[in-house]
C-alpha cells in the first residue's frame, strides 16, 4: 500500500509543479458533458496520457484530461471524462483519480454522469440528483489491504450524497426553473445497455436510474471523507413494457442538449461552497 502512497504522491507533485493553486472541489465530467469545462477560466490541461500512474480514457464521447482552473472564483480540478470498469481497467485504476484529487487537496467532489431512468415519471434529458446508490458493479475500489492514512478499512455509506449539497442543487434548480429529480441509482458494469428483465429488476430493488459509473467513484471520495454531490442526466428512459433501442450516440446528444441545466447547477453550488470555504479560512 506504500506503493499507492508513492503514486499519488508522484502524480500531485507533477501537477502541483506545473499548476500552482489550492483547489477544494474537484468535478468529474460524465458523458456528454465535457463541454463543461470551457467555463474554466486559466485552463492548465493535464492530458491523462501525460500524468504519471493515470489510465487513458477510451470511452465514446470522453476525451481524457484533466483540466485545472478557476471556476466562480475558485481553483477547481475538473476530470474531462472518467475511466470506467467498462474499458478494462480495476476499479482501483478508474477511480486513482479521486484518490489524486483527494491529495491535492480537494474534499468536495462534484460527479456528474448518464444514465437510463426507471421511473415513469422520468423524460429524457432531465437531471436526476442522487440521494443513495446500489453497487451491482460486482467489485468495490475498496477491496485489498486498507490503507489507514486514506480512510478507515469500513467505510459509513448512510449517506453517500451530502445532504446540504443535494438541498443545494435543488434550491439553486428551483431559482432557474430547472426541474430536477432525485432518486436511487443502480450503478452496473456495462458496457451493454439493459434488457427488458434488469430494468424491471433494477426498478423492483428500488432503483430510478442505472447507469455505469459514479458508485466506484463515490465510494473512494467517501473513503476518504470527502463530502460528495452525483447528478445524473436522465438520458433514455427504461419502461421494460415499452422499451425502446437506444445507442451510445443518442446518450450523447440527450445528455449534450442538458449540459446548460447542468451547468447552471454546477456553477451555483460551486458559487456557493467557495463562499463556505472562504469563510472557513477567514472567519
Ligand atoms: N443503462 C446503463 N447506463 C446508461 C443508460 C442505461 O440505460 N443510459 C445511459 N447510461
Redesign the pocket.
Known amino acids: 500500500m506504500d506503493r499507492l502512497l508513492t503514486n499519488i504522491a508522484e502524480t500531485t507533485e507533477f501537477i502541483q509543479s506545473r499548476w500552482k493553486a489550492q483547489p477544494r472541489i474537484g468535478i468529474i465530467l460524465g ?1 456528454g458533458l465535457g463541454r463543461l469545462v470551457d467555463a474554466i477560466s486559466s485552463p492548465q490541461r493535464f492530458p491523462y496520457e501525460d500524468l504519471p500512474h493515470v489510465c487513458s480514457s477510451t470511452a465514446l464521447d470522453h476525451v481524457g484530461q484533466l483540466v485545472c482552473g478557476r471556476l466562480e472564483g475558485v481553483d477547481v480540478v475538473a476530470m474531462q471524462g472518467r475511466l470506467h470498469a467498462y474499458e478494462g481497467y480495476s476499479f482501483q485504476e478508474i477511480t486513482y483519480p479521486v484518490r489524486v484529487m483527494h491529495g491535492l487537496g480537494i474534499d468536495r467532489l462534484i460527479v456528474t ?4 431512468g426507471m421511473d415513469p415519471q422520468h423524460k429524457a434529458g432531465q437531471l436526476m440528483v442522487l440521494d443513495d446508490h446500489i453497487n451491482l458493479m460486482g467489485d468495490n475500489p475498496l477491496i485489498g489491504m486498507n490503507e489507514d492514512r486514506l480512510g478507515p478499512r469500513y467505510p459509513d455509506m448512510s449517506e453517500p450524497y451530502d445532504q446540504k449539497l443535494r438541498d443545494m442543487a435543488f434550491r439553486i434548480a428551483r431559482e432557474h426553473k430547472i426541474p430536477l429529480q432525485r432518486g436511487v441509482y443502480v450503478g ?1 458494469k ?1 458496457p451493454n ?2 434488457t427488458r428483465a434488469e ?1 424491471r429488476f433494477f426498478r423492483l430493488i428500488g432503483g430510478d436510474a ?3 459509473s459514479t458508485v466506484p467513484e463515490t465510494l473512494v471520495a467517501r473513503h476518504s471523507g470527502m463530502r460528495v454531490l452525483a447528478i445524473t442526466t436522465i ?2 428512459v ?1 419502461l421494460p413494457d415499452n422499451l425502446q433501442p ?1 445507442t451510445g450516440h443518442d ?1 450523447v446528444q440527450v445528455a449534450d442538449r442538458a449540459s446548460r441545466d447542468m451547468l447552471t447547477i454546477l456553477r451555483g453550488v460551486i458559487r456557493q461552497e467557495a463562499q463556505q470555504i472562504q469563510s472557513e479560512l477567514f472567519p
Open positions: 458523458t454522469s448518464a444514465s437510463g452496473v456495462g445497455y439493459e430494468y442505472v447507469g455505469m438520458t433514455n427504461c437506444v446518450v
